[in-house]
């Protein structure tokens, strides 16, 4: 089977059609879920199939696309999903957020403020925030018709009653404009105040659950917490062993068996970006054949 | 000192290179065929074609020797296959009463018009591991071919069982309906789901768990007493409107396994007593699935007969439908092997302070 037996980025027009309806809904809606009818992808469920059909149904030629996990461009899964759309789409790619006009994350929102005229696009696992409190479809959906988000503040009650505070780290709870209760997608609550008056689109997917939400530009999401424990962006208390950065979230990496592990930002685009312009962290020595 | 980790790229190109070569085995030994695999590895392209949702025993085949033989992975590719393929029309719906059976058995009548037809079945076979087959020999037991295969052409309408039930008004009738059915391939699964809705998603979920769901019910998890009222495999004529003829043609035949129950009800509120019906159709021949199918299908009808809720996993519809998909299940499950490094290090952080609190409290206590 050749590439020209599929449409442009693969899905059919009335199926991108129809994932446009969700979506201009869930602009409209901000943070109610919409359910759309998921297709089959030729990449499993769990690999960021609703990421990959909100993408599809977004994506126009003239478009530069650009593709991150765990804020990295060259994890495998990125790199897989950037093929996919290179092949299917033949749009142009970058690994430089300024110049992406689509970006596809999963589990992180890049260090680099994003512009008007953006869309980024999250993967997600488990759309609903109230799953893990109660299992039920019939009843979550009930909850957020009533706006009954008892339950949610609870369970943050019970975390600081019995740890001290708020005990969620990442898919870190918040609340868009007042009204719907969303989940962030798993992006560690240090990303959580870059969803709030962010002016680009920001899309959420969530493919074998069925669900597409949306955060307008330049919405408020307040990430949930009590006058008295405030919300609190962590990320390990170190600066980034290659740029030096002090703001960037880090990925800790072993370095041997004998406890040694460096710490390094995770969004590979930022980092490369302060590294070129000629900033340097405690253990920058570039090799002069790793350089690509 | 560290060189960030590229190559991701390369790694994929290889792992498939890799992949293809595990695929093919041996060199030395001769490579299947998709007729091979079509004909003699037939219950498995059954499956795949069920779970798959799309009637092609060749595509099933390819998809087969694609995936090596893991056959969740092959209803994966058909699944991502038939997923882009333009709805043409839709068929009339298909007749079961004028099935050309294989196979037509009654586990509550000894005869009955129409008979029973014993059909290819393992039913009756001793399972001892048969070695002529290993030596590429005949089977050992190799009977001379019957002068007369089971199924005659222009065979006569077998009627169903549950019909002559049916006529003393001993089991509930089952109203036809020109309802257009919902679909879950097109449509989001909506909570409650009406039956024929249940029937889909059951008839395309996962045998191994419809199987389970089945056999929890027999072991008093929402127990319905099931009977076997008639098991029926064979093939139908699939026919569809062509607005250019004006009028219906047949455009082909499909296998179908289709299962019929007939369960104990001891009347309710509303009801009388009579038998009630559990309802399995599925794609080919596959009798443990169109079975479970219908005890699963009764299970869930609790509501609508007025029984009780017993908190039964087969009766509770949405733990049903929400996991019977295997290729929503494979891939949610196998995705936590994808790369969570984010995740992991926020939690990470939290566990190291939640820990040096919790040690400090410690130490000050003593």
Same mark, same amino acid.
């Given at each position: 089977?050749?590439d020209?037996a ?18 201009l809904k869930g602009?409209?809606v901000p943070g109610y879920?919409?359910?759309?009818a ?26 530069r ?9 060259d994890?495998t ?6 093929k ?19 970006i ?16 980024l696009?999250?993967?997600?696992p488990?759309?609903e925030p109230l ?11 009930k909850?957020?018709?009533l706006?009954?988000y ?7 009650y019970?975390d600081i009653a019995r ?10 709870p918040v609340?868009v404009e ?5 989940d ?9 105040p870059k969803?709030?008056?962010?002016p680009a689109?920001?899309?959420?997917g969530?493919?074998?659950?069925q669900r ?6 330049w ?7 009590f006058?008295d424990h405030s919300?609190h ?8 062993d290659?740029c030096?950065?002090?703001?960037s979230y880090l990925d800790?990496?072993?370095?041997d068996d004998q ?8 969004d590979?685009d930022?980092?490369e970006?302060r ?8 253990l920058?020595a570039p090799e ?5 | ?6 190559g991701?790229?390369?790694?994929i ?8 070569e595990?695929?093919r085995g041996?060199?030395?030994?001769p490579e299947?065929t998709? $007729? ?6 037939? #219950?498995?392209?059954n499956?795949? !074609? %069920? &779970? @798959?949702?799309?009637f092609d025993?060749d ?9 090596r033989?893991?056959l969740?992975e092959a209803?994966f ?11 043409l ?5 298909v007749?079961t ?10 586990a509550?009548?000894?005869?009955l018009?129409g008979?029973?037809v014993?059909? $290819?079945t ?5 399972? #001892?591991?048969?070695?002529a087959? !290993? %030596? &590429? @020999?005949?089977?050992s ?5 019957p002068e007369e ?20 008004g001993l089991i ?5 309906s020109?309802a257009?059915p ?5 449509e989001?699964?909506e909570l409650?789901?009406?039956?024929a809705l249940?029937l889909q998603a059951l008839?395309?979920?996962d045998?191994?768990?419809?199987l389970?769901?089945a056999?929890s019910?027999?072991?008093?998890? @929402?127990?319905?007493?099931a ?6 495999i ?13 009028f219906?043609v047949e455009?082909g035949?499909?296998?179908?396994t289709?299962?019929?129950?007939v369960n104990?009800?001891?009347g309710s ?5 009579q038998?009630t019906?559990?309802y399995g ?18 299970a ?11 908190g ?6 949405e733990f ?17 092997k994808?790369?969570h ?15 040096s609190?919790?040690?400090a409290m ?5």
């Amino acid at each position: 089977m050749t590439d020209q037996a599929y449409n442009f980025a693969y899905l059919d027009e009335q199926t991108k059609r129809m994932i446009r309806r969700a979506i201009l809904k869930g602009i409209a809606v901000p943070g109610y879920q919409v359910p759309f009818a998921s297709r089959e992808m030729p990449m499993p469920y769990g690999w960021g199939t609703g990421g990959v059909q909100v993408m599809a149904a977004c994506l126009v030629p003239e478009d530069r696309l650009k593709v991150i996990d765990q804020g990295a461009d060259d994890t495998t899964n990125a790199v897989s999903i950037r093929k996919f759309f290179a092949r299917t789409a033949g749009v142009a790619v970058t690994e430089h957020t300024t110049e992406a006009t689509v970006i596809q994350t999963r589990h992180r929102i890049p260090e680099t403020p994003l512009k008007p005229g953006q869309i980024l696009v999250y993967q997600v696992p488990i759309p609903e925030p109230l799953r893990f409190l109660e299992p039920r479809e019939t009843e979550t959906r009930k909850m957020h018709e009533l706006e009954e988000y008892g339950l949610m503040h609870v369970k943050l009650y019970e975390d600081i009653a019995r740890h001290g505070q708020i005990a969620t780290s990442y898919a870190y709870p918040v609340k868009v404009e007042s009204r719907y209760v969303m989940d962030p997608s798993p992006i560690p609550k240090f990303d959580n105040p870059k969803l709030s008056g962010n002016p680009a689109i920001q899309l959420f997917g969530a493919g074998r659950e069925q669900r597409i939400y949306a955060v307008p530009p330049w919405t408020e999401v307040v990430s949930l917490d009590f006058d008295d424990h405030s919300f609190h962006a962590s990320k390990a208390p170190h600066d980034c062993d290659l740029c030096g950065s002090s703001h960037s979230y880090l990925d800790e990496v072993i370095t041997d068996d004998q406890g040694g592990r460096m710490f390094v930002c995770s969004d590979t685009d930022f980092c490369e970006g302060r590294r070129a312009r000629g900033m340097k962290g405690r253990l920058w020595a570039p090799e002069p054949e790793a350089a690509e | 000192m560290y060189v960030a980790v590229k190559g991701g790229e390369r790694a994929i190109d290889n792992a498939h290179q890799w992949l293809a070569e595990e695929r093919r085995g041996d060199p030395s030994v001769p490579e299947l065929t998709i $007729p091979q695999i079509r004909e003699q590895m037939k #219950l498995a392209v059954n499956r795949v !074609m %069920a &779970e @798959g949702s799309l009637f092609d025993p060749d595509l099933a085949a390819l998809a087969i020797k694609q995936a090596r033989g893991d056959l969740i992975e092959a209803v994966f590719l058909i699944r991502a296959y038939r997923t882009t393929l333009p709805r043409l029309a839709a068929s009339y719906p298909v007749d079961t009463g004028a099935m050309a059976v294989d196979r037509r058995i009654s586990a509550t009548f000894k005869d009955l018009p129409g008979g029973q037809v014993l059909g $290819p079945t393992f039913d009756y076979t001793h399972r #001892l591991l048969d070695f002529a087959l !290993m %030596a &590429e @020999g005949e089977p050992s037991d190799t009977p001379s071919p019957p002068e007369e295969k089971g199924r005659s052409e222009g065979q006569a309408r077998v009627p169903h069982v549950t019909s002559f039930l049916n006529r003393d008004g001993l089991i509930e009738t089952a109203d036809p309906s020109d309802a257009t059915p919902p679909d879950l391939s097109r449509e989001p699964m909506e909570l409650p789901a009406d039956r024929a809705l249940r029937l889909q998603a059951l008839t395309r979920g996962d045998e191994g768990f419809v199987l389970s769901m089945a056999y929890s019910t027999q072991r008093g998890y @929402g127990r319905t007493h099931a009977f076997v009222g008639e098991l029926r495999i064979g093939t139908v004529a699939v026919e569809v409107d062509i607005p250019e003829l004006g009028f219906a043609v047949e455009i082909g035949e499909i296998e179908l396994t289709e299962c019929e129950t007939v369960n104990q009800f001891k009347g309710s509120r509303t009801e009388p007593p009579q038998f009630t019906r559990g309802y399995g159709l599925v794609m080919g021949q596959s009798e443990r699935k169109a079975i479970s199918m219908s005890l699963v299908d009764r299970a869930l009808r609790w509501k609508e007969l007025g029984e009780d809720f017993t908190g039964a996993p087969a009766q509770d519809e949405e733990f049903v439908l929400m996991h019977a998909d295997n290729i929503q299940a494979t891939g949610f499950l196998e995705h936590i092997k994808l790369p969570h490094y984010v995740d992991f290090q926020a939690e990470l952080e939290l566990v190291r302070k939640l820990r040096s609190e919790a040690m400090a409290m410690q130490e000050a206590a003593e």
